[in-house]
């Protein structure tokens, strides 16, 4: 399974952005899939996933009310809309995708990970 993440950008703060991860494969819709975050000298963290069906949700505290993830299975892609952004969600975004379905927080879970798309949000 190979992931592409596209969307990312540079937005003022109180802006919005739409991440895309599409996947190569029809593995996808079994595999729970997840946004991770990195930001300069920091380690990744988790800020959003979803199971298999898109039935669960799962989002860091830090990210609640303010991102949207979604998935369409049909199209083997997954979405993070992203409103009210704050310079602190500058980061490099990763998607990634895991075999076990669920919207897992833990990156040891995941099992495919995507390149990584630079947002800059500007104060």
């Known amino acids: 399974v190979q992931l592409q993440a596209s969307g990312g950008g540079l937005v003022q703060a109180g802006g919005s952005l739409r991440l895309s991860c599409a996947s190569s494969?029809?593995?996808?819709?079994?595999?729970?899939m997840g946004w991770f975050r990195q930001a300069p000298g920091a380690e990744r963290e988790f800020v959003a996933a979803?199971?298999?069906?898109?039935?669960?949700?799962y989002y860091a505290d830090s990210v609640k009310g303010r991102f949207t993830i979604s998935r369409d299975n049909a199209k083997y892609m997954i979405d993070l809309q992203m409103n009210s952004l704050k310079p602190e969600d500058t980061a490099v975004y990763y998607c990634g995708g895991g075999r076990y379905g669920r919207e897992s927080t833990r990156m040891d879970e995941y099992d495919y990970w995507g390149q990584g798309t630079q947002v800059t949000v500007s104060s």
């Open positions: 494969g029809r593995a996808f819709s079994a595999y729970g």
């Open positions: 979803i199971n298999w069906s898109g039935s669960l949700k």
